[in-house]
T-cell receptor, first 113, second 112 residues
């Protein structure tokens, strides 16, 4: 009963390095989301995917790219990391059209130095 | 205007008191509403969902929905220090591509 699995849990990058955050869900959900959360603040939407093959920008997409590889997987890529991208990242998924709750991954704590 | 608005707080209440958290939303066709609790450093976890006007009670928690006023609230009775967390309001609008929108959260501290 995995739910939403995010990897890695922790990562330290140097400015300019690239990395991909992985997210996979095993609940056959249609929609998937990437959020970032900074200290004392709420969730801010980076990108979302309403269905396999589609992706859309959220509130704070600059500096990020995403791929909805298949229905299960939704990855977030930082091409050239910046200190401003130091944050906690959460992946979430939801079954659309059924008004069900969102399920979250355990989060990735990213530090860019 | 933000799609989902919450008072950012922080909100402090003494142990045993009622904590009242409020949320307003802008999309009139929104159909389902959720309250998540998030402890520091952890993922949000669902504590209440509500779909129709009125009150829904679950233990010490009561969610209230008023679609005409586009308002949803969460009451926590007999507040405990373990209730200290950030509470996130989420609104599901099936007609929108994004589907799910979160408020910025209200930080609650229950003082012993």
């Amino acid at each position: 009963n995995a739910g939403v699995t995010q990897t890695p849990k922790f990562q330290v990058l140097k400015t300019g390095q690239s990395m991909t955050l992985q997210c996979a869900q095993d609940m056959n959900h249609n929609s998937m989301y990437w959020y970032r959360q900074d200290p004392g603040m709420g969730l801010r939407l980076i990108y979302y995917s309403a269905s396999e093959g589609t992706t859309d920008k959220g509130e704070v997409p600059n500096g990020y790219n995403v791929s909805r590889l298949n229905k299960r997987e939704f990855s977030l890529r930082l091409e050239s990391a910046a200190p401003s991208q130091t944050s906690v990242y959460f992946c979430a998924s939801i079954m659309t059209a059924l008004n069900t709750e969102a399920f979250f991954g355990q989060g990735t704590r990213l530090t860019v130095v | 205007q933000k799609e989902v608005e919450q008072n950012s707080g922080p909100l402090s209440v003494p142990e045993g008191a009622i904590a009242s958290l409020n949320c307003t939303y802008s999309d009139r066709v929104s159909q389902s509403f959720f309250w998540y609790r998030q402890y520091s450093g952890k993922s949000p976890e669902l504590i209440m969902s509500i779909y129709s006007n009125g009150d829904k009670e679950d233990g010490r928690f009561t969610a209230q929905l008023n679609k005409a006023s586009q308002y949803v609230s969460l009451l926590i009775r007999d507040s405990q220090p373990s209730d200290s967390a950030t509470y996130l309001c989420a609104v599901n609008s099936p007609g929108s591509a994004r589907q799910l929108t979160f408020g910025s959260g209200t930080q609650l501290t229950v003082l012993p």
